[in-house]
């Protein structure tokens, strides 16, 4: 089982960036395929970025071109850098890994408690 703590979160004026962290513990870092999510007030939680174990990415549209999602297995750690932020990036963004267990047969997940990123002037 993984441990997720975020870091990074605040507020910030419209156009300005920030770089969240998501740091694991308690299991092999490099077998999980790990995302970002946000939710803001009155809203479902959504996807924002994902990486996989292998490394690929994906983005929703509204973050596309503005969003990078990384990670650095020897450091166990995801990264968010999120830039030209907009007011409607408020949120709370929370951190997911997840993995297939074969012996289980299903998938597990994981979260983090969250972070808080406001965007306004």
């Known amino acids: 089982q993984v441990q997720l703590v975020e870091s990074g979160g605040g507020l910030v004026q419209p156009g300005g960036s920030l770089r969240l962290s998501c740091a694991a513990s308690?299991?092999?870092?490099?077998?999980?395929?790990v995302g970002w999510y946000r939710q803001a007030p009155g809203k479902q939680r959504e996807l924002v970025a994902v990486?996989?174990?292998?490394?690929?990415?994906d983005y929703a549209d509204s973050v596309k071109g503005r969003f990078t999602i990384s990670r650095d297995n020897a450091q166990n750690t995801v990264s968010l850098q999120m830039n030209s932020l907009r007011p409607e990036d408020t949120a709370v963004y929370y951190c997911n890994a997840a993995y297939f267990d074969p012996i289980a047969n299903l998938r597990r997940s994981f979260w983090g408690q969250g972070t808080q990123v406001t965007v306004s002037s």
């Open positions: 990486i996989t174990r292998g490394g690929r990415t």
């Open positions: 308690g299991s092999i870092f490099s077998i999980y395929d």
